[in-house]
């Protein structure tokens, strides 16, 4: 199927090749053992300008879209889980500061991402709307030179990491009262703490942490689009960038177990009756129906990255089903793979233990897989999704 994608792509997951090789699966293990942030994969990626892959070309960047992003975070998931949503996590970041980026905000935000220097993040999800992260709770007070800014975000990927946060708001201020509004926050904003890390089944390695903003002052230019505009940047930009970088992710772990299920097959034998693993009828069975779950997957993703890139009609429901896919992909694979794996993959913390902790984050990070099967029914008949 790679031979189907533009040639400047192919390129760029090239390069991230061979960076997941040299640099970034030598620590993978160390990661999630450690629940380390990966600062050398994203350091890596920097220098070799793969932070600024949703970065339009004219300020520095790759210009690439919804194909582009979940062929290079599939690339490194496959690899390093965590750096994968970290790095998905910045590009979907990136994608929503660049949507309606000012002058200001180009200068001092896409050029430095570009140049490799800035990573940015998503802060939406709150406690008291959970799984609905379109409706946050943290208010946004305006003031003749700025704005005022107070609530707790959680479960902030790249959380006290990052260069800067997209945080999403709600209005106070009488004549505004209920806009929702999305903002730039610096990582040194007065008013911005850090609560405990949590720790997490799988992905250890991205430092989610919650957010305190109390009180915390950001200048005007640093509004994302017009007062109000929030709901726009959440259903046009933040979910199909983040659905496509995760189902990128998901679909590198997929890879990542059927890769480690053919290995299995091919090096086990008994020494009682020599037979090998592969020989075995119920096991091929098992192993084709992994193969074709993820060249289904593969294809329902690629296919969602072209029709979102390319504006088509139809493209929502295909948006919206495939992070659903390649998350039940991804947990189905790990599961097979740990059964043909046998003993030592069932040992604490064996490389298919990880990926099927890592795979799990696939059903509850929002939107999540019972939402989106829900909002895809929904698109398909023709209903808003909300
Ligand atoms: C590894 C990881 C990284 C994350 N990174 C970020 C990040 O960088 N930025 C960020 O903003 N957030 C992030 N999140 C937050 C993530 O989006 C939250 O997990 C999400 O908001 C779910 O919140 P909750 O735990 O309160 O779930 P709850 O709201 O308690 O939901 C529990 C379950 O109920 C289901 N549910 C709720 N309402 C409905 C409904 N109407 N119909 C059907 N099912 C429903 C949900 O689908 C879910 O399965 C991350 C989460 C994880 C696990």
């Not at 660049?98 to 570009?114: D, M, P, S, V």
């Not at 003993?343 to 929002?366: E, P």
Request: glycine residues 10%; proline residues 3%; contains cysteine.
């Amino acid at each position: 199927m790679e031979h189907l994608l533009p040639a400047r792509l192919r390129s760029l997951q090239e390069i991230t090749a061979a960076l997941v090789e040299t640099r970034i699966a030598p620590q993978a293990s160390l990661v999630d053992e450690t629940s380390q942030w990966p600062a050398h994969s994203m350091k890596a990626l920097g220098e070799a300008g793969l932070l600024g892959l949703t970065v339009p070309e004219a300020f520095g960047g790759h210009g690439q879209g919804l194909l582009g992003l979940s062929v290079i975070t599939e690339t490194i998931a496959g690899a390093c889980p965590s750096s994968a949503l970290c790095f998905g996590m910045h590009c979907v970041g990136t994608a929503v500061i660049a949507a309606k980026a000012t002058g200001f905000q180009q200068e001092r935000y896409l050029r430095e991402i570009a140049e490799g220097r800035h990573i940015t993040t998503l802060a939406l999800s709150e406690h008291g709307s959970g799984a609905h992260f379109y409706l946050p709770e943290t208010t946004l007070d305006v003031e003749s030179d700025g704005f005022v800014i107070s609530g707790t975000k959680q479960f902030v990927t790249n959380g006290g990491q990052a260069d800067s946060y997209v945080v999403s708001t709600v209005a106070r201020s009488e004549g505004d009262s209920g806009d929702f509004s999305c903002v730039i926050v610096d990582r040194d904003a007065e008013g911005v703490t850090w609560l405990d890390h949590w720790k997490g089944f799988g992905m250890r390695g991205n430092s989610s942490r919650p957010m305190r903003l109390d009180q915390t002052r950001v200048p005007q230019e640093n509004l994302l689009g017009e007062k109000g505009d929030q709901v726009w940047y959440v259903f046009e930009v933040v979910a199909p960038f983040f659905l496509m970088a995760m189902a990128g992710t998901y679909l590198g772990l997929a890879q990542a177990a059927l890769d480690a299920a053919g290995e299995h097959l091919r090096a086990r034998r008994y020494s009682h009756s020599g037979e090998s693993l592969r020989d075995v009828e119920s096991l091929q069975v098992r192993y084709a129906e992994m193969w074709t779950a993820v060249q289904k997957t593969r294809a329902l993703i690629r296919e969602a990255g072209r029709r979102g890139d390319t504006g088509h009609p139809d493209a929502l429901p295909w948006i919206l089903s495939c992070k659903a896919d390649a998350g039940e992909t991804a947990v189905w694979l790990a599961n097979e793979a740990m059964t043909i794996c046998g003993g030592a993959a069932y040992r604490d913390n064996s490389r298919i233990a990880q990926i099927l902790r890592d795979a799990r984050a696939a059903h509850v990070m929002s939107p999540t897989t019972d939402l989106l099967k829900q909002w895809t029914g929904r698109s398909l008949l023709g209903l808003p999704l909300l």
